[in-house]
């Protein structure tokens, strides 16, 4: 006998409390069929997903190097046309909206976690514009020093893919942790110099040509933070590839390395720029 009250009751009843009664106790069903048991066999079990399907094809580091191209590639036009076919006039303008496309593109891929050959490529085109158009205006005032910024941007990257080749910094998941807390950190700190500003002529000082020592010492703290992103993003392309994934996520992991390559000169441009002064 059950000790269970509830399975005692459901013994005399066939239910719980009660149920239908025959002269010799409660009724049982009929046994199933031997057709019943397989279909109920061949049936998922209950709650469970069926799983999924297996990739097409698998992820390979051809894949991210190739889209990584195309997408560096989509810039460097998108940047030529906004140098060479843009008016003055229209510059700040071109900047605007491709940094305006670009962010809220970008959000987009980020939150969502999709990104296909068409978001990537058009998020590179718009970064293009905006980079394009900020390049001209910083080459005007110090001719010479977009070359100097992507010479810079290709050694640190070169330096920074050594490093990690050489398993000199390895990347365990504490050192990704502070690493993306220090990302949040610096952007917080950018946005907060943007409102500050808009009521205080240099805003905290952060990106204040004036105050030299500062603005260099920031922006020497965003090319290491952004190298460190970098690494990063290395290590998440070599676990993606030797997990199997789908190669569509190649799309993403080669978004992921522009961003952080985009930072990177962008930061390397800056800091140029207050090292050469107003000369």
């Keep these: 006998m059950a000790s269970n009250p509830v399975l005692r009751g459901f013994e005399k009843t066939g ?6 009664q025959g002269p010799n ?13 397989n279909e109920w066999y061949a049936q998922p ?39 060479f076919a843009v008016p003055d006039s229209a510059v ?42 900020i390049s001209e205006l910083f080459n005007r005032q110090w001719p010479g020093i977009v070359v100097q910024a992507v010479t810079g941007t290709i050694m640190v990257a ?31 700190l950018m946005l907060v110099n943007l409102v500050a500003g808009i009521f205080t002529d240099g805003g905290l000082g952060l990106r204040d040509a004036n105050n030299p020592v500062i603005a260099i010492g920031f922006s020497l703290l965003c090319i290491v933070i952004a190298a460190s992103n970098l690494i990063v993003d290395f290590d998440m392309i070599e676990q993606s590839v030797r997990r199997g994934v789908d190669e569509r996520a190649g799309w993403y992991l080669s978004w992921g390395i522009l961003v952080t390559l985009v930072w990177l000169y962008l930061e390397i441009l800056r800091l140029l720029s207050y090292l050469r002064g107003s000369d």
């Design 92 to 133: 700040g303008g071109v900047v605007a909206i491709g940094f305006i496309g670009a962010l809220v593109l970008g959000l987009y891929m980020a939150f969502s976690g999709r990104a296909n050959a068409v978001t990537a490529t058009s998020y590179a085109a718009l970064e293009g514009l905006a980079l394009g158009g």
């Design 15 to 20: 239910r719980p409390g009660m149920g239908p």
């Design 45 to 83: 079990s209950y709650g469970q997903p069926a799983p999924p399907a297996a990739p097409s094809r698998y992820l390979t580091l051809d894949d991210v190097v190739t889209r990584t191209v195309v997408l560096l590639g989509t810039v460097l036009l998108a940047a030529g046309f906004a140098w």
């Design 158 to 188: 070169g330096g920074v893919l050594v490093v990690y080749k050489t398993g000199a910094v390895r990347v365990t998941p504490k050192f990704t942790k502070i690493v993306f807390a220090a990302t949040l950190g610096v952007v917080g």
């Design 25 to 37: 106790g409660p009724i049982a069903p009929p046994p199933p069929s031997a057709g019943q048991l």
